[in-house]
């Protein structure tokens, strides 16, 4: 049974920091309903119609319909009042296929870990109430999933590539249950919600972590110039290892470990971000520090009332006051921060504090961000003005050239020794649904000559990414290989189908045509 709606209460936070924070929270509070106990409804449809997402960005085209095209109400993707996706449907441009099955439908696919985590799963709750077997079908994925972070999550799920109905083509649906979401964006939340995300700490082994009084800091100081962060974090990091916090970088380390450690530490601190959303995956109460440079938004306001951790704000960072500032780049208001973490008996004060930004670095950073958003949005004219500015001196226009260069050629990647097979086999021990992986373990073995596991890695690459022509490429060298001239044509046909530019499979299509006498 289902609880009834209730507003947050100011008392379910502590603020520090904040000019007239009850105020502000009070603004806020319509944004912010719970639901204690029970979670939302799974509605049964019978007929209908999926269309694949198009359009990208906030507002893509598509979704589930019923046979006249009407959206299906249950499967909005929402965000407070505004629907994101689930408009009327005049007409499909191709085909549907038919899925004969049942489907379970769970929303909308992110590649962004903080939205997959937040948006992602909010309609998880329905695994339970199915058969593991049924389909899963979610709009906007493609293949499964390349980021490791979200692989990682769906395995903990039961969610293996075999259940998947990829979103590549219009569907026919005989059956779908579509479950409401358990988290709207910026509006509700329904806490019983907790238990997905800590059966998926259970299915990784990572239960029964001791517990540790020692503080965490999740730094976002190794995050690229482009991100939103505060200038002095990486001295930060100094001050609350000497203070005896343990500090990391959460995108340096795989899943498992980072929810290792949030599920170890009691007191976790960090700034704005998705790495905090890590506390939700344990079912310990916690100590939860939120760093901020202005009062939280719903959504950050949302993230705690998930858990009912003992949820700390603290304003003790800040946009200065200058209209040329960028709003990316914050200092640190660290005379709050240790104020707080003093109070809290975090810290002794005893060590070097964090050197403050001086402005000269703070305006060339300002300059890199808004130069760098203005080269990924492909505003020209307004890159030119601001190269013009008779206020930006050398070091801000060599700001400005190096965030063009960025976003034209990001940095690369540090080389790597080429991994052996037996090192391919170990990681997919460790991540067995890791397409990148397995396809440099499918060409190892075919370079070795061991054509049985080239197929058998080939075809599953070909399953996790249904809708790339590389796989099927691969498959279809293999195959040649093998002496499988038929299923090698088949498998270059359908990868010229995707990429008619493909030089290399049209090479592997007329040569597997040709040993088939079909010259044509």
């Not at 916090?245 to 960090?270: S, Y």
Request: aromatic fraction near 6%; glycine fraction near 6%; hydrophobic fraction near 40%.
């Amino acid at each position: 049974m289902t609880s009834a709606v209730r507003l947050a209460s100011f008392d379910d936070y502590r603020f520090v920091g904040f000019d007239d924070a009850q105020a502000e929270f009070e603004r806020l509070r319509p944004c912010l309903e719970v639901v204690d106990s029970g979670l939302p409804p799974t509605h049964v449809f019978e007929g209908a119609l999926s269309v694949p997402l198009s359009g990208g960005g906030d507002f893509p085209t598509g979704g589930l319909v019923d046979r006249e095209g009407r959206p299906v109400d249950a499967a909005f993707h929402q965000r407070r009042s505004t629907v994101h996706f689930g408009e009327r449907v005049a007409a499909v441009g191709q085909r549907a296929v038919e899925i004969g099955d049942d489907v379970l439908y769970l929303g909308r696919y992110f590649g962004h870990f903080g939205h997959f985590v937040f948006e992602g799963l909010a309609r998880c709750h329905a695994l339970r109430e199915v058969d593991p077997s049924v389909p899963v079908l979610l709009h906007g994925m493609t293949r499964y999933p390349v980021e490791p972070q979200q692989r990682a999550v769906f395995l903990g799920l039961g969610l293996t590539p075999e259940r998947i109905v990829y979103d590549t083509s219009p569907l026919s649906l005989r059956r779908v249950r579509v479950p409401e979401a358990a988290i709207v964006y910026g509006q509700r939340v329904h806490r019983e919600l907790a238990s997905v995300y800590h059966q998926v700490l259970e299915r990784l082994g990572l239960a029964d972590e001791p517990e540790s009084e020692q503080p965490l800091f999740l730094s976002r100081a190794g995050l690229p110039r482009s991100h939103r962060r505060v200038l002095e974090e990486a001295d930060l990091e100094r001050y609350l290892g000497d203070e005896g916090f343990r500090v990391v970088r959460p995108e340096t380390l795989p899943l498992r470990e980072q929810l290792r450690l949030a599920h170890r530490h009691r007191v976790v601190l960090g700034f704005w971000g998705s790495a905090l959303r890590l506390v939700w995956f344990s079912p310990r109460r916690k100590v939860v520090c939120s760093l901020h440079d202005a009062f939280p938004t719903p959504t950050v306001l949302q993230e705690h009332l998930l858990t009912g951790d003992e949820a700390w704000m603290v304003h003790c960072a800040e946009t200065p006051r200058d209209a040329r500032t960028w709003r990316n780049a914050q200092t640190l208001r660290f005379d709050v921060l240790e104020r707080f973490l003093r109070d809290q008996g975090l810290v002794r004060g005893v060590s070097r504090p964090p050197m403050p930004t001086t402005a000269a670095a703070l305006a060339v950073e300002s300059v890199y961000v808004h130069a760098f958003e203005l080269a990924r949005r492909r505003e020209q004219q307004r890159l030119d003005a601001l190269l013009c500015d008779e206020h930006l001196d050398a070091s801000g226009r060599e700001a400005v050239r190096q965030a063009v260069e960025d976003v034209r050629r990001p940095p690369p990647a540090p080389s790597a020794p080429e991994p052996t097979s037996d090192d391919l086999c170990d990681s997919l021990r460790q991540d067995p649904w890791c397409t990148a992986t397995r396809t440099l373990l499918a060409q190892r073995c075919l370079e070795l000559g061991r054509l049985d596991e080239a197929l058998e890695h080939a075809g599953l690459c070909v399953r996790l990414d249904p809708a790339a022509a590389a796989p099927r490429r691969l498959l279809a060298s293999a195959l040649i290989e093998a002496g499988r001239m038929q299923d090698a044509l088949a498998s270059a046909e359908a990868a010229v189908a995707l990429d008619p530019d493909d030089a290399e499979a049209w090479l592997l299509l007329h040569s597997a045509a040709g040993a088939l006498g079909r010259g044509d």
